[in-house]
């Protein structure tokens, strides 16, 4: 005989009511936590597999982390899904997973795409600009996720990238505060599938990081310590709120908030996840969010990463122990903890009588009520390996993939309409496959004999220590004298294409004043790149935030206020188009086209 909260045919509140009273304290704990494993079998970057925190914690929620096969994943899923079945409720398992359909490599915030199709990286949608395109591509992650057993996308990253040398702007949308809630919005419900409403074809969204992640101290990231600090000396606290307004007007029904403490802005200079005049009085009172809330990853314990240990950040409340840390983010207005698996605290918070297991039901019906709605206990707990081998990376998706890497090309420099390409030129090439510049043109490797150049940067940033602070390029924008003499000394050998993937804002005067041509990526790969610069395709991206003209400049401003260079390099929606008649297809065209 079924229980109420095992029949599909019931309301949630009814499967509610029923599942709740049947929870014991450590079961219901366990879904207070939200830790990662491996997308391979028998990984276990936390330490421990998913069955063994199944078992020992009581835990249906993980962060799946790494890359496999699409067949390999859903299997995974399958199995934790059978495992928590044969549990004394059934409770179903929740994965989630950062971006993974571009192109960066940071175990902390994305995973290159791998089986999945592979399109610009988020301020490469910001680039074009297309509303519809957006939704598209969030339909397309939704459709590729369902199949592996993903139902929860920590993205999108709706932080305003108004501090150039913050490392994480490329998840953001840009500088802009409409265009980042536009795209939020379309993002939202492309995730949410064609049904309008969230259900069993849909992906639920964390949008992140609340109330705004962009305004960091020197730029400086507060995964680490010396970045803690998120200042707003223009007085831009609610100009950062804009985009989170918009998520929550798109039916968002899950925040995470940042790591950082705010300095001088009226609120308890408490890390975000700790903050109650944030959560509970902005993000729940004011805004009127009644979602998850889950902690970004690592409130809680010092705990290693990649082999080092780093410390919890609790910034600005160091001094609590990991219980009294606990007890302020449930105060504040947490549901759940991110990158934790410590359940044992609230059971004894609320056993010694410091935590009413009242305020404990309220986070766990938020979370029963999220898998109940995403149709986990019932049709969506199990996936098709099959299916799911062909659906993640099919054709329709790869080819809209890279049109969008093409469109989303910014040109900000062409002088003589050196491009596009015309014929088959001569070209020395650094940064690129020969063997993929080899099917548009003549490849020397001599620039003394080139007819031309083309060449691809990245952003230059400063090394830091540590193997996982490393992933974080932070710091200078610029690239140093030797970098940057020997970037000269090839523009005066030959006229030369600069490509530069601006993962930030690159600082590159020098660079734009004495190239051939400059072009702005933000995740592209060789093909896609050739096939814009030989001009069957035109670039059709406008910069989704400034170039600053000088470190100066960049030191010079305030980590809140967008657009704030009075003489940029470039501005902020700026970009080129081809000469007429130079290209096969215009970029709208072409998107509409291979769509």
């Not at 962060?63 to 899904?81: W, Y």
């Not at 089986?115 to 680039?127: C, D, H, K, Y």
């Not at 408490?270 to 009085?281: D, P």
């Not at 000394?489 to 600069?498: G, K, S, Y």
């Amino acid at each position: 005989m079924k229980h109420p909260y095992q029949e599909p045919s019931r309301g949630v509140g009814e499967r509610l009511a029923d599942l709740l009273p049947r929870m014991t304290l450590e079961e219901k704990a366990g879904l207070l936590f939200h830790h990662v494993i491996g997308a391979q079998p028998g990984s276990a970057p936390a330490g421990r597999t998913a069955g063994q925190m199944m078992d020992e914690h009581l835990m249906s929620h993980f962060n799946v982390l790494g890359t496999g096969s699409p067949r390999g994943m859903a299997e995974l899923h399958n199995r934790l899904q059978e495992r928590a079945a044969d549990t004394r409720l059934g409770i179903p398992v929740t994965l989630s997973t950062d971006p993974r359909h571009a192109f960066t490599d940071n175990p902390g915030a994305a995973m290159p795409a791998g089986a999945f199709s592979q399109w610009p990286e988020t301020p490469g949608l910001a680039a074009m600009g297309d509303v519809d395109l957006v939704r598209r591509y969030a339909d397309t992650v939704r459709r590729e996720y369902l199949a592996v057993g993903l139902r929860v996308a920590l993205h999108p990253q709706a932080d305003l990238a108004t501090e150039p040398r913050w490392a994480r702007i490329s998840g953001t949308f840009g500088e802009d505060a409409d265009l980042t809630g536009r795209l939020v919005a379309a993002y939202i419900d492309g995730l949410r599938g064609p049904s309008g409403t969230w259900g069993p074809d849909s992906v639920a969204a964390m949008v992140k990081h609340f109330p705004g992640g962009g305004p960091q101290k020197d730029g400086e990231d507060p995964h680490f310590p010396y970045g803690k600090e998120q200042v707003y000396p223009g007085g831009f606290f609610d100009h950062h709120l804009a985009p989170f307004k918009a998520a929550i007007a798109a039916g968002a029904t899950q925040m995470m908030p940042y790591y950082g403490v705010p300095i001088g802005a009226g609120y308890e200079e408490v890390g975000f996840g700790f903050n109650k005049g944030v959560i509970s009085g902005l993000l729940r009172g004011e805004l009127g969010f009644d979602g998850i809330v889950c902690t970004d990853w690592g409130l809680i314990t010092d705990q290693p990463v990649m082999g080092e240990l780093h410390q919890a950040r609790a910034w600005g409340v160091e001094e609590l122990g990991p219980a009294d840390r606990v007890l302020k983010a449930l105060e504040a207005g947490v549901d759940q903890f991110g990158g934790e698996a410590r359940p044992e605290l609230v059971v004894d918070l609320v056993r010694s009588g410091r935590l009413d297991e009242s305020r404990v039901d309220t986070s766990v019906s938020r979370l029963l009520a999220e898998k109940f709605r995403l149709g986990l206990f019932d049709d969506r707990r199990y996936v098709d390996p099959d299916t799911a081998e062909q659906t993640v990376g099919r054709s329709e998706f790869r080819m809209a993939g890279e049109a969008a890497q093409r469109c989303s090309l910014t040109l900000l420099k062409n002088r003589e309409a050196v491009l596009p390409l015309r014929g088959r030129p001569r070209l020395y090439v650094e940064g690129v496959d020969p063997a993929v510049a080899g099917e548009y043109a003549e490849i020397t490797p001599d620039p003394s004999r080139a007819e031309l150049a083309v060449v691809r940067l990245v952003t230059p940033h400063e090394p830091r220590p540590g193997v996982f602070e490393s992933f974080f390029h932070a710091g200078r924008l610029d690239f140093d004298e030797d970098g940057l003499s020997g970037i000269l000394d090839l523009l005066a050998t030959v006229p030369t294409v600069v490509v530069v993937h601006l993962e930030r804002p690159a600082v590159i005067p020098e660079i734009a004043d004495r190239c051939a041509a400059l072009l702005a990526d933000y995740g592209v790969g060789d093909r896609a790149l050739f096939d814009v610069l030989s001009g069957r395709f035109e670039p059709g991206g406008a910069l989704p935030f400034q170039l600053p003209r000088s470190m100066a400049d960049v030191e010079a401003g305030r980590p809140d206020v967008p657009q704030e260079s009075p003489d940029p390099l470039f501005p902020f929606g700026y970009g080129l188009r081809y000469p007429a008649a130079t290209h096969e297809h215009g970029p709208e065209e072409r998107v509409r086209r291979e769509r």
